[in-house]
């Protein structure tokens, strides 16, 4: 596939997902989605430890941290599949 059929079918995966509710995904679900989403987005994290850090946001910027290794492209197919099996339910 094109980059433009897989930035395609993100988009479209990313829509999706913003019409659920966070109550219908378990939480390591929205953390593995979260995670998928910043790393096709943003590229790898750079760390900035922030005294402001809260429980949430270290479980957050930890599942971000554990799939950092992988590309922009493969973390947008991560999310592809995720959504995928979420709809397919």
């Given amino acids: 596939m094109t980059n433009k059929d897989l930035d395609t079918r993100f988009q479209e995966a990313v829509e999706i997902a913003s019409n659920m509710t966070q109550a219908s995904l378990p939480q390591d679900v929205q953390l593995r989605l979260y995670a998928f989403y910043k790393q096709a987005t943003f590229g790898s994290l750079s760390f900035n430890h922030s005294e402001s850090a809260d429980l949430r946001n270290a479980f957050k910027t930890n599942a971000w ?22 709809i397919q339910k």
């Fill in 65 to 86: 941290i554990q799939i950092s290794h992988l590309s922009i492209d493969e973390a947008k197919e991560k999310y592809i599949e995720i959504i995928n099996s979420i």
